[in-house]
């Protein structure tokens, strides 16, 4: 059985940093491709990293490039999600999702809902002013 787990934030002020952890379970990581995304109230789920199976292309939306970054650890089968000065925007929920994908993936722009077929609960960031 396929799970991910989010776990890692809280709330801190702004200029703040936050490393969150998706934890998986049930499939081979080094396999799959891991994304981050996050769902702010009232707002649409928007893809903000991801990394692909052999952890040399990575993937960011402009939002949030400079600021977090994405990373694996496949003997711990635990992605991250490291984020640094954060901003009362980047308040949200926030979930890890994986995928299959190939060793030659590379991914193209920032990850599409669409694409991933496996989440976790998410978990939530707030940041405040």
């Known amino acids: 059985q396929v799970q991910l787990v989010e776990s890692g934030g809280g709330v801190v002020d702004d200029g703040g940093s936050l490393t969150l952890s998706c934890r998986t379970s049930?499939?081979?990581?080094?396999?799959?491709?891991i994304a981050w995304f996050r769902q702010a109230p009232g707002q649409e789920r928007e893809g903000i990293a991801c990394?692909?199976?052999?952890?040399?292309?990575?993937e960011y939306a402009q939002v949030v490039k400079g600021r977090f970054v994405v990373f694996r650890d496949n003997a711990k089968s635990t992605a991250y999600l490291k984020m640094d000065d954060l901003k009362p925007d980047d308040t949200a929920v926030y979930f890890c999702?994986?995928?299959?994908?190939?060793?030659?993936?590379?991914?193209?722009?920032?990850?599409?809902?669409?694409?991933?077929?496996?989440w976790g609960q998410g978990t939530q960031v707030t940041v405040f002013s």
């Open positions: 999702a994986a995928d299959p994908r190939s060793i030659y993936w590379k991914p193209e722009g920032a990850p599409r809902e669409k694409d991933y077929a496996y």
């Open positions: 049930g499939f081979v990581m080094e396999r799959y491709a």
């Open positions: 990394i692909a199976p052999n952890d040399i292309y990575l």
